[in-house]
């Protein structure tokens, strides 16, 4: 699963990578709690301070932002449409012809949103690029999170990247019969359009095979469940969990009071 899509698993032997889930868990939720109440965009922009360094120490630095990037059309989007449309604008920041204005706070509110955004996608990819799902569904079940749903966060983590890997041998299946998947945007679609089917024919028959195997091996029966991967948390866990709690509170305190 190493390259099969934007949210996979990327095997490394990095200091993260051995760092029990629960641990990455408790930094990304804290990230996510941090970016809906800190009073300014700079103060959540802050936060990838944080992250460049421990993407580098992970060694997935560029496998973290670059996805990132490829939203950007999204973002001019987000800035155009608050700029111009804010509901609730008050201030001006430069009048334009036909009738139209640019509103400052409409792009301060864009720039909130948008860092927001940023700074959780960030984290959100780098926890996945450096957490085996067999681990986190391990730790979570450790907790007392029921298997069934340990299964169902296994199952999610990996659509994407099976999705992606299907289809991508269905065009490749589809290239060598002949079929032109090249050319502008409505070639494209028109293209796309006959692979649809086994896209869906695919999914179908990946669903009744994972039910068969899990039938086959007793998913259902009731008693204690066992893992192949087990997952522990360690000193240097709960010293970094203690970290990133002290770290939230007094960044979250800092930015309410200057």
Known sequence: MANAGLTSYIEKNSYFHKVNPLTKLLILICVIILSFTLKNFIYILALLVIIIPIAIKSKVLSMTFSPIFKLYFMFILLFFIQGFFHPYATEKLIDLPFGFT???DGLLYAAYIAARIFVMMVFGYWFVLTTHPGDLVSSLSRIGLP??????????LQIIPRFRTQMQTI????RSRGLETQGNLIQRLKS???LLGPLFMGSVQQAVEKSMALEARAFSAKGEKTSYRQATIKTKDKVIMVITVLFSISWEVLSWTL
């Open 102 to 104: 640019l509103w400052k």
């Open 147 to 156: 298997h069934a749903l340990g299964y169902i966060i296994l199952t999610t």
């Open 171 to 174: 065009i490749d299946a589809q």
């Open 192 to 194: 796309f359009v006959p």
